[in-house]
């Protein structure tokens, strides 16, 4: 059974990665909600009733709890059932056997790339809002519109932290969670196996960002998240680390949740809603932004030196 895919075509384990992803996401999605009155104060008879209900959505603690579920079922547990189909090497073929030499320079930059690209984020969110919709299709713009700010809405409650342990909590949901579980089957299984399957790393990268950000579904933020992905891409297949694209994507989702805990920012403030776009702002965050990946291109080509 492991490494029974070996020999199999990319696409044919592609495949397979695909189906266990949704049967796993299925079943993490149904244990997780026939479970919720074994942990809250629901009964197993009203069970159904409530999750059909829109109280369900009130209670952020609930949510969190199949959230963390679902994310774990849907990215994680598939991704280490496929590679161990894959490979007789799991942790060689993920990239978690090895981190780049100079790790704390890494890290610093790291901070930098997330640092920086907020602007490059909040500016490609600005283009998605920007996006002219004809008449016809003014219908699908109301419906996107509605649909961002329930999203907005659901993400303000699971913010709304007050104490450590609400930040904690929230810390390993939204950014611990996501930065592992994600990285492991797209960075870790999905990207390698798109780049064998066309051949080309720049396809690969591309092609499962493309996924990752529909994944996502957030119109207004795709091109962000696209943007993200891809740079994780490059992090990931640079350095052959999963690492590195684990603590940037993690440095990501928690600088959201520290400013708003620590600093009292509000979820318009981070989409960049409520101040003006700034011109020196994106110039200098761009400038720091591409400098820093160019040093993790130069310092992940020294690590490979070193490999030899």
């Known amino acids: 059974m492991k490494g029974s895919l070996i020999g199999s075509s990319p696409w044919y384990k592609l495949f397979i990665v695909f189906v266990l992803v949704i049967v796993s996401t299925f079943v993490s999605l149904l244990v997780g909600t026939l479970s919720i009155p074994l942990f809250f104060d629901i009964s197993f008879s009203g069970l159904m009733d409530y999750v059909q209900s829109p109280e369900l959505y009130e209670r952020v603690d609930i949510v969190l709890y199949l959230q963390g579920l679902t994310t774990i079922g849907t990215f994680v547990l598939p991704a280490l059932v496929a590679v161990y189909l894959i490979s007789p090497f799991s942790s060689d073929y993920l990239g978690l056997s090895s981190f780049p030499k100079k790790a704390g320079i890494i890290v610093g930059l790291l901070v930098v790339l997330t640092l920086s690209g907020t602007v490059i984020s909040d500016s490609l969110y600005r283009l998605s809002l920007a996006i002219p919709f004809p008449e016809s299709m003014l219908g699908l713009k109301e419906y996107l519109d509605s649909a961002q700010v329930a999203m907005e809405e659901q993400m303000g409650r699971f913010l709304d932290m007050n104490g450590p342990f609400d930040f904690i909590t929230v810390l390993i949901i939204m950014a611990v969670l996501p930065a592992v579980c994600e990285e492991t089957l797209f960075r870790g299984v999905i990207q390698p196996l798109f780049i064998r399957a066309f051949k080309s790393s720049w396809a690969g990268i591309v092609v499962s960002s493309i996924i990752f950000g529909i994944l996502h579904q957030q119109f207004y933020s795709f091109l962000s998240i696209f943007a993200l992905s891809v740079v994780l891409g490059y992090l990931k297949y640079w350095t052959k680390s999963l690492w590195v694209s684990m603590i940037m994507h993690f440095f990501n989702n928690a600088s959201i949740v520290v400013a708003?805990?620590?600093?009292?920012?509000?979820?318009?403030?981070?989409?960049?809603?409520?101040?003006?776009?700034?011109?020196?702002?994106f110039l200098v965050g761009s400038l720091l932004f591409g400098l820093s990946l160019y040093a993790m291109n130069r310092l992940s080509k020294e690590k490979r030196r070193d490999l030899v």
């Open 260 to 281: 708003i805990y620590f600093f009292d920012v509000s979820m318009e403030d981070i989409n960049g809603s409520t101040d003006a776009f700034s011109l020196n702002y």
